[in-house]
């Protein structure tokens, strides 16, 4: 029996030095929005293929996509910069969006281990902040905890030190 994948997918190509990733941007279902984030993140996975001379190319897979049109954040990764595209996933295709999501951006540095936490789950587990190592472009994945004062399950995430981190959360409006 052959699996079938439910979902819809897209392609980039990234040239020479650039590293692309895609997050889909979850609005939090209404049951959960009293004790949760308003948003949530989810890194969308890919295959990547070398095309051409030194451009990769990448196939993004959105394994829940809504019924009409889904938000995503496209980081690009170059060799001291990041940038950031809003774009709208509507059918199989890309069209980057005028309208501006809330998102905040940091850089985050320290020259001692540090730990970066009280960031809060909806809950399934899902969250609103994500933490990229800009070198390799891979998630610092948060530990999980228990918050006994707040009665909520949190993270925390364990920064190297002398190392550039990019985080970004998505807030809601009157958040900011």
């Not at 993140?41 to 990547?48: A, C, G």
């Not at 069209?95 to 850089?107: A, H, R, T, V």
Request: hydrophobic share 30%; with cysteine.
């Amino acid at each position: 029996m052959m699996e079938t994948w439910q979902g819809k997918h897209f392609s980039i190509t990234d040239p020479k030095g650039v590293s692309t990733v895609i997050y889909q941007i979850n609005k939090t279902e209404k049951e959960f929005l009293k004790d949760s984030p308003s948003y949530t993140v989810q890194r969308l996975d890919f295959s990547e293929e070398l095309t051409g001379e030194n451009m990769t190319k990448k196939t993004f897979y959105v394994d829940n996509p809504s019924d009409n049109q889904d938000d995503l954040v496209i980081l690009s990764f170059a060799k001291d910069r990041v940038v950031v595209n809003m774009a709208i996933l509507d059918d199989d295709k890309i069209s980057i969006s005028k309208k501006p999501m809330p998102l905040k951006f940091n850089s985050l540095y320290s020259e001692e281990k540090t730990e970066y936490k009280d960031f809060r789950y909806t809950p399934n587990l899902k969250r609103p902040i994500c933490i990229i190592d800009p070198e390799t472009t891979e998630e610092v994945k948060p530990v999980l905890y228990y918050d006994e004062k707040t009665n909520e399950v949190k993270g925390k995430c364990k920064l190297k030190p002398y190392k550039s981190y990019f985080a970004f959360e998505v807030r809601d409006k009157k958040d900011n």
